[in-house]
């Protein structure tokens, strides 16, 4: 979710973050027309924007960028900073831009999310990276999104026409930055929540997408981090996915930070909650995602 900035300085943010980008190509995830699209806009079209390591830096891993933004909007401290760490790092980045609410509503979000890890999947010789070494993040409805990549997945499709799409859409780890995970319970957020099924939707859907409960053996090992302080998604939707996990027996490593606001994205000066992207370094070198 776009953090509570005064409009100005969230404008001067994003404008700096666009004269700055140095993003490499642009890839639209589906090129012969979006399934399900209302337009040709902008809007209508999901992208990833990739995010390369410098020559010589490249360690064999991918990620997809999920921004938050309550699944109405993509916040700008939380994609292209995101990836260009991540690139520093030696992974390639990938930066999604997925479709919003109220235009759009599940699975459209989903949809774009499979598409964008089989899509990356498929890059993985082009851009040198280890197909099974592909994770997601996300932050606040984009932790919601990456959630729900990592437990609404499949293996591909066999006999599928479009060789992307027979590729497993199933992330090999994911990242989840105070997400937004318990739609089913009163911790959810009722914004995302509303901008992703609606306005009335059915118990069991919303159950469906309350990740906690979707949590199985098969999961992908996590990294979550999340704060006491925030009131926006309070801390119990990461206490309960990881609980989930644990239950199930996923590797998953958590973060609960004393202090710190929602969506302070690498940290924004905060001096704890600054330290996350160091500690998912280790992380991902413990798990082998990394080299140590």
């Not at 005064?6 to 993003?23: D, K, M």
């Not at 190509?25 to 589906?30: A, G, Q, R």
């Not at 905060?270 to 990394?290: H, Y």
């Amino acid at each position: 979710m776009t953090p509570r900035l005064p409009r100005l300085a969230f404008l001067l943010a994003s404008i700096f973050i666009t004269e700055n980008a140095t993003a490499q190509d642009v890839i639209t995830l589906w090129p012969g027309g979006t399934p399900g699209a209302k337009g040709t806009e902008p809007a209508d079209v999901p992208t990833l924007t990739v995010y390369k390591p410098a020559d010589g830096k490249n360690k064999g891993a991918a990620i997809v960028v999920c921004p938050g933004g309550g699944y109405g909007g993509l916040a700008a401290h939380e994609n292209q900073p995101i990836a260009e760490w991540y690139a520093s790092k030696g992974l390639t980045a990938f930066v999604l831009k997925y479709r919003l609410g109220p235009r759009y509503r599940h699975p459209a979000m989903i949809n774009d999310a499979n598409r964008a890890i089989r899509t990356v999947r498929s890059k993985a010789g082009e851009y040198g990276f280890d197909p099974k070494k592909i994770g997601i993040i996300g932050f606040s409805a984009g932790g919601h999104l990456a959630s729900t990549a990592g437990t609404h997945y499949d293996a591909g499709k066999p006999d599928a026409t479009d060789p992307i799409e027979k590729l497993s859409s199933r992330p090999d780890f994911m990242v989840l930055m105070y997400p937004v995970i318990a739609m089913a319970t009163p911790y959810g957020h009722s914004g995302s929540k509303r901008n992703l099924l609606g306005d009335n939707p059915p118990e069991e859907l919303v159950k469906s997408l309350s990740n906690e409960t979707q949590v199985t053996k098969d999961t992908p090992p996590a990294f979550i981090v999340h704060t006491f302080e925030d009131v926006v998604v309070p801390p119990e939707n990461a206490l309960l996915f990881t609980m989930a996990m644990s239950k199930a027996g996923v590797p998953c490593e958590l973060h609960m930070f004393e202090k710190g606001r929602h969506g302070l994205g690498l940290g924004m000066g905060d001096p704890a909650f600054s330290e996350w992207p160091g500690l998912c370094e280790i992380w991902l070198k413990q798990r082998g995602f990394l080299p140590k």
